[in-house]
Antibody, heavy 119, light 107 residues
Framework: QVQLVESGGGLVKPGGSLRLSCAASGFTFSDHYMSWIRQAPGKGLEWVSY????????YYAGSVKGRFTISRDNAKNSLYLQMNSLRAEDTAVYYC????????????WGQGTTVTVSS | DIQMTQSPSSLSASVGDRVTITCRAS??????LSWYQQKPGKAPKLLIY???SLQSGVPSRFSGSESGTDFTLTISSLQPEDFAIYYCQQGYSTPYTFGQGTTLEIK
């Protein structure tokens, strides 16, 4: 079935790094736009980053620009988020999500992976 | 950045009620507006895209509309499984901002 599965979350110290992965199955990954969205504990949703289906167009939220890097490997049906210089305010559940049509909703979401930044 | 302002922030209603949640964009976003439902401990679920198009598999009691920069999500007859948090999101320009959410609670 159509599925996204995130992995790579965990506990990291401030200033540290973490790499999240998102494995896609059940649909043609290379045809879909992909995003990372996060949700801090008890808070709302925050869009983090976007990558086009080919990987040629990338956007970031201002809060992570210069620290996070999104990438994808269409041959491996996988999406990644390299997170460097982590801060306490990056603590959140991180979701990957896919869109069939740019700007018109993310129709498949993963279950989320938790990132905790604490000393 | 485009700001998305949702109202109300919380809402108490009963099964069978008709409820409306509003989202206002700070700039024109045409119809690049989506609505999501999130239940505790779960990922969000897409309900409406393109301001008024119902996502496949979503019950027809959910509907969306637009008027300029104001967007509305309507649930025509609340069911027990509809009590959740609802978010709007604009997909017109980055950052693809979400509204702050509306908590729909059982009265």
């Amino acid at each position: 079935q159509v599925q996204l599965v995130e992995s790579g979350g965990g506990l990291v110290k401030p200033g540290g790094s973490l790499r999240l992965s998102c494995a896609a199955s059940g649909f043609t990954f290379s045809d879909h736009y992909m995003s990372w969205i996060r949700q801090a504990p008890g808070k709302g949703l925050e869009w983090v980053s976007y990558i086009s289906s080919s990987g040629t167009t990338i956007y970031y939220a201002g809060s992570v620009k210069g620290r996070f890097t999104i990438s994808r490997d269409n041959a491996k049906n996988s999406l990644y988020l390299q997170m460097n210089s982590l801060r306490a305010e990056d603590t959140a559940v991180y979701y990957c999500a896919s869109s069939a049509f740019l700007g018109h909703g993310m129709d498949v979401w993963g279950q989320g992976t938790t990132v905790t930044v604490s000393s | 950045d485009i700001q998305m302002t949702q109202s109300p922030s919380s809402l108490s209603a009963s099964v069978g009620d008709r409820v409306t949640i509003t989202c206002r964009a700070s700039h024109s976003i045409y119809n690049y507006l989506s609505w999501y439902q999130q239940k505790p401990g779960k990922a969000p679920k897409l309900l409406i895209y393109g301001a008024s198009s119902l996502q496949s598999g979503v019950p027809s009691r959910f509907s969306g509309s637009e008027s300029g920069t104001d967007f509305t999500l309507t649930i025509s007859s609340l069911q027990p499984e509809d009590f959740a948090i609802y978010y709007c999101q604009q997909g017109y320009s980055t950052p693809y901002t979400f509204g702050q959410g509306t908590t729909l609670e059982i009265k």
